[in-house]
């Protein structure tokens, strides 16, 4: 079956520009969770949503990130203002519920790049 | 709070010898363990996890890692690597509750000599 996608893959921006990163999770999946990864770091946890609301939102960095998930499936990662540090790789991930099995399965991330 | 010491950022190492890839992890509470690995222009995949029983986990392509509570490690290992096992491992800790999210560590480099 489908796994997670993300769209799009790569992403280049200026400083000072609004992106919008969008990630659909297995079908089924009711958790869903976003993670940055910089340059020779393990993925970073940024928020979790379970169905429509975020869950944990303690790991987005400052208020220029936010994210959705109005229907409890597709979610979108927003970032404004993005700056030069933005610049990292974004993944999402979902499991069929949180726990239980524990398993998260991961999309091919988007490659952000902010000039 | 969890926190996960990957002791090794590259391992190189000849083809059909075996390796040991390091995890320690911190935590107060019970936490579920994660290996995933991370080929060369691909994502992340989950290669074993670890969330009660036996504390010797395996996966199919001969990987195995032992969870350790006293001594809080979660080594990976194998016999014999291949060419193919070339990538980025990564471990990984969740907390047995609440949101599961996951703490890595910064990631292993393991390069498989010919």
């Known amino acids: 079956g489908a796994g997670v996608s993300q769209t799009p893959s790569n992403k280049v921006t200026e400083k000072g520009k609004y992106v919008e990163l969008r990630c659909d999770p297995i079908s089924g999946h009711t958790a869903l969770y976003w993670y940055r990864q910089s340059l020779g770091q393990g993925p970073e946890f940024l928020i979790y949503f379970q169905g429509t609301g975020a869950a944990d939102d303690s790991g987005l960095p400052n208020d220029r990130f936010f994210a959705v998930r109005p229907e409890g499936s597709v979610s979108t990662l927003k970032i404004q203002r993005t700056e030069r540090g933005d610049s990292a790789v974004y993944l999402c991930?979902?499991?069929?519920?949180?726990?239980?099995?524990?398993?998260?399965?991961f999309g091919p991330g988007t490659r952000l790049t902010v000039t | 709070a969890q926190s996960v010491t990957q002791l090794d950022s590259q391992v190189p190492v000849f083809e059909e010898a075996p390796v040991e890839l390091r995890c320690n992890y911190s935590s107060s509470v019970s936490v579920y363990l994660f290996w995933y690995v991370q080929y060369p222009n691909q994502g992340l995949q989950l290669l074993l996890k670890y969330l009660s029983g036996s504390t010797l986990v395996e996966s199919i392509n001969g990987f195995e890692a032992e969870f350790n509570k006293s001594q809080t490690y979660f080594h990976l290992r194998k016999p014999s690597v291949h060419i193919s096992d070339t990538a980025e491992y990564f471990c990984?800790?969740?907390?047995?509750?609440?949101?599961?999210?996951?703490?890595f560590g910064t990631g292993t480099r393991l390069k498989v000599l010919a």
């Open positions: 991930a979902s499991s069929l519920n949180p726990g239980g099995a524990g398993e998260q399965y």
């Open positions: 990984a800790v969740s907390p047995g509750s609440g949101t599961y999210k996951y703490i």
